[in-house]
């Protein structure tokens, strides 16, 4: 087994056949083919289906780990060649949606400013989807929501969020500045599915108060219940950040007492340690987000009881 072998793996999953990869590797496919088939007689395995040209289940397994280990030598290759004052190499971060639009934009400017030799790849989801790349080593670090339960990550607490109410003008509710969790039992609400992190949080934190959630409609996107909720269709519960930049004209955000505030932390995994370039991205990062905390309704300090 060699790096060729591995990037050819890479090149056809990204490209998705034999002569795209070999394009995009400056080769002649006999060389693509050449390369896959002596790594699958040397595993055992089909990692290419030959039919559709993509990668088999046996495939999938091996592609995350011959992607962490190019990963990891072009880590090797940040911390060899960069030094604290002229940082360089490529960083892949994770940010969760509510948070990516307003962090990311001064991040980059912070970058371009600092250390305009780092180039970051962002990719926004939930934290259930971009957790399982910070353990692959698919992702550097990435901003997400706590609790996660996984010992080979660092854990890096940033700030706290509250989850507001957010209702339409003409709401009943929306003439109070606070309520209480008793104030939502059986209301009529958009909310998100169950199973969603979000209703979860709501459902542990009304049952504990013996109140019922009452479900108007689900809605998978918390930008998504935020736009709804301010168009009128009804009342919504969503975390600080989900409002940060949004025009409210037409809505009204009330606290709810009763209900936890969310945790957002920087996250990465314990081994290898980070590159210079991901230390600077996590710098920036901070320095953008500290800013905001200061700023927007909802967002606070770490604390110890947090």
Known sequence: MDLRQLSTLIA????????????ALYTVQSNVSSHISKLE????????????????????????????????????????????SDVSGDVRIGVIG???????????????????????????GSTSALLP???SGLLNAAILHLPIDEPDLVVEPIFDEALLLLAPTDHHLSNRDEI??????????????????LRRILERSTAEQGVTLRSQSEIDSVRLLSALAIDGHGATIVPATAVGETDLTGARLITVTGLPRRRVAWVRRQRPNPSPATRAVRDAV??????????????????DNG
């Open 133 to 135: 790349n910070v353990v």
């Open 286 to 303: 901070l320095t953008s987000i500290e800013t905001r905390i200061h700023e927007d309704r909802g967002l606070y300090p770490v604390t």
């Open 12 to 23: 056809i999953a990204d490209h998705g056949s034999f002569s795209s990869a070999a394009r």
């Open 180 to 197: 209480s969790i008793e104030d939502l039992d059986g209301e009529p609400l958009l909310l998100p599915p169950l199973g969603a992190a």
């Open 98 to 124: 509510t948070i990516a639009r307003w962090s990311i934009p001064p991040t980059l400017r912070r970058l371009s400013e600092v250390y305009p030799n780092v180039h970051t790849v962002v990719t926004e």
């Open 41 to 84: 007689r040397e595993l055992g395995t089909v990692l290419i289906d030959r039919q559709t040209g993509r990668v088999t289940e046996e495939g999938r397994k091996v592609l995350i780990r011959a992607r962490r280990i190019m990963h990891e030598l072009d880590d090797i290759r940040s911390d060899l060649e960069s030094s604290e």
